[in-house]
């Protein structure tokens, strides 16, 4: 086997090596969250799935409790900032949209990482919401996640 061919191996065989998982936390061990509480009224989901926004063409995340049914996709808007909308199968009657007007805390960052996989980009961040809309059960979304694609 020739020499280049030999690194050329190699530099593929340590390249799959350092594939990044998505990290969230409070999430499964070995999930991309890394803090994860979602409340509905009375109702806590454990979130445990994300999905990078630029899969869709924004600049966000989708998270979910994939077996409770419950969603909260993260929109940062240049100009306005952070919005939220979560949706459940249980608590609320409608999807939900929130904007600073409506919490008393909405805090986000999501930015993308340097991994790209499919030409969609990855992002890490966070998210703090405390919010409540006029009608309807209080929201509270804490959320810190790495790697999601």
């Not at 090596?17 to 070995?30: D, F």
């Not at 979130?47 to 409770?68: E, H, M, P, R, Y």
């Not at 008393?104 to 809309?133: F, K, M």
């Amino acid at each position: 086997m020739s020499c280049g061919r030999l690194a050329a191996m190699s530099l593929v065989a340590g390249s799959l090596a350092g594939c990044a998982t998505t990290q969230v936390s409070g999430g499964p061990s070995g999930s991309p969250i890394e803090q994860a509480t979602l409340s509905i009224g009375g109702r806590a989901y454990q979130i445990d799935a994300c999905t990078s926004g630029d899969l869709q063409q924004f600049l966000g995340v989708d998270l979910a409790d994939q077996k409770a049914g419950a969603f909260a996709r993260v929109v940062i808007d240049p100009i306005d900032g952070p919005r939220l909308r979560i949706v459940a199968r249980e608590g609320l009657d409608r999807a939900a949209v929130f904007t600073r007007d409506q919490c008393s805390q909405l805090d986000a960052d999501v930015h993308p990482t340097n991994w790209i996989v499919n030409n969609v980009r990855a992002v890490s961040g966070y998210v703090n919401a405390e919010c409540r809309a006029s009608s309807g059960p209080p929201v509270s979304l804490h959320v810190r996640f790495t790697h999601c694609h």
